[in-house]
């Protein structure tokens, strides 16, 4: 059997899904001799334009973050979501020169534009391979829908997003909601104070896990005073701050530490492969609310502390986990310490938007989907 995952590299969240099923079906399915490939469907179909277009998205979501909500909400509806659809079929007739060579008889797609080009070569009777979706926002958007009557599979985070799906006349038959894929190391069950240890860091105090760099250094200045907050707090509380590969953001850290002179209370790490690990430890989570962080947020139980979502799909799932319980999200306009104070005072909020976080949690997702498409 030959499976083809299909992703985008608009956001590490698809790669990360597509690497989490990839590695399910190897680990699961040794028996049912089935040969699956990882391909970024854009790169391949016109590197320039894939070039230019992750460049640009990177750029506005950091840049200008209102352009690319005013991008978002238009791509859904009007002149944007059919220029949109109509550039998928011209790019569409490319891949399917890869398909033809590939012989697929699966194909998996993390990212809109490989659904949408997938489903119109189906319409076309050029491919008859069976389509997966895989929904990685924790709200819809009507650009994953487009060719749904020739996508035999949608996986979706939460019952809400079905009931949105079945409302555009999806049949429920289609419809899965597993949650978005996650790594297996999620499962696992770690000797914290073994890691804990690693780390220098106290078995007595709260633990807080502060996602600062981002993917690509949003909002820096807020980031910062969010985490001067933290730090200035008066808590018996420790913080691990990481800062991923954004220098800037992890000298402004450093700054901050040393003038408040919280070395022995606050770690700072660039990147790590580690992030299950650390969640493990944890008591709270800081982070942007994208799709894929959100779900192992969720996996591991944590509460959410959420700053800087993009304007567009991470605003409206900050919104979603702000109604659920889960989450916090601090705006531009708010007193971040006031928050994080009134927050960390009150122990019987955090256990509660702990619980809450049973509702959504599915850490069994990346194995259902599997189970589902493979039986």
Known sequence: MKILVFYASYGGGHLNAAKSIKNCIIDNYKD?????????????????????????????????????????SDSQR???????????????????????????????STHPF?????????????????????????????????????????????DKMKQYLISKEIPESKIHVTGIPISNRFLTTYDKNQILKQY????????VLFFGGGEFGLGKTRTA???DA????????????????????????????SEHHK?????????????????????????????LTTSESLASHLPMVIINPIPGQEEENAEFLESK??????????????????????PKKLESMKENTTILARPNSTYNICKILLG
């Open 325 to 346: 319980g889960i989450g916090i999200w601090i705006k531009k306009s708010d007193n971040a310490h006031e928050i994080i104070e009134k927050l960390l005072s009150n």
């Open 263 to 291: 070395n022995d209370t606050v770690k700072i790490l660039e990147f790590t492969n580690q992030v299950p690990e650390l969640m493990a430890i944890s008591d709270l989570v800081v982070t942007k609310p994208g799709g």
């Open 32 to 72: 049912k001799n089935i040969d699956i490939e990882l391909i970024d469907c854009m790169k391949y179909v016109n590197k320039t334009i894939e070039k230019v277009t992750t460049t640009a998205y990177k750029e506005m979501a950091k840049k200008m973050p209102w352009a690319w909500g005013r991008i978002y």
């Open 225 to 227: 005073q969010i985490f």
């Open 78 to 108: 009007g002149p944007l979501a059919h220029i949109s659809s109509r550039s998928n079929k011209i790019m569409a007739i490319k891949l399917l020169r890869l398909l033809r060579e590939k012989k697929p008889d699966l194909i998996i």
């Open 200 to 207: 220098h860091l106290s078995a007595n105090k709260q633990t």
């Open 230 to 257: 933290f730090v200035q707090l008066d808590k018996n509380i420790q913080i691990i701050a990481i800062a991923g590969r954004n220098k800037k953001m992890k000298t402004a850290f450093e700054e901050i530490v």
């Open 114 to 158: 490989g659904s949408q080009m997938c489903s119109y070569l189906k319409r076309k009777k050029k491919i008859t391979a069976k389509i997966a979706t895989i929904m990685t926002d924790f709200a819809p958007h009507d650009q994953w829908l487009v060719g749904n009557d020739f996508t035999d599979y949608y996986f979706v985070a939460h």
